[in-house]
């Protein structure tokens, strides 16, 4: 086996074993739970799982769409702890938050 394939072999077992993790850790499923921040990030996380599935199903190994995904998710993450913030306004954390951002 080439290298390249096992890198990919490895590759996709963390992402998949990191999307387990991630909806094992979830304590509950309601929908009045969406907005919190763990929830937006195991659903993007979901997404973005599903989504490099797909890429690298239809051929496009490596491509400007993998990486561009790949980057939207971890440009987004931020987005996920302001959002923490605007659920629970806490003084002093808006600006560490925007920080992050």
């Known amino acids: 086996m080439d290298t390249s394939r096992t890198r990919d072999i490895f590759g996709f077992t963390f992402l998949y074993a990191q999307l387990v993790a ?9 929908l009045s739970h969406l907005g919190e921040p763990v929830y937006l ?41 302001l959002s923490s913030w605007a659920l629970t306004p806490q003084s002093g954390w808006l600006a560490i938050e925007l920080i992050g951002v």
């Open 41 to 81: 990030a195991t659903l993007a996380s979901i997404a973005t799982t599903i989504s490099i599935t797909v890429i690298r199903a239809s051929g496009r190994h490596g491509s400007a769409a993998e990486r561009g995904l790949l980057a939207l998710f971890l440009g987004g993450m931020p987005f996920v702890y």
């Open 22 to 30: 991630s909806c094992w850790i979830v304590p509950e499923w309601p």
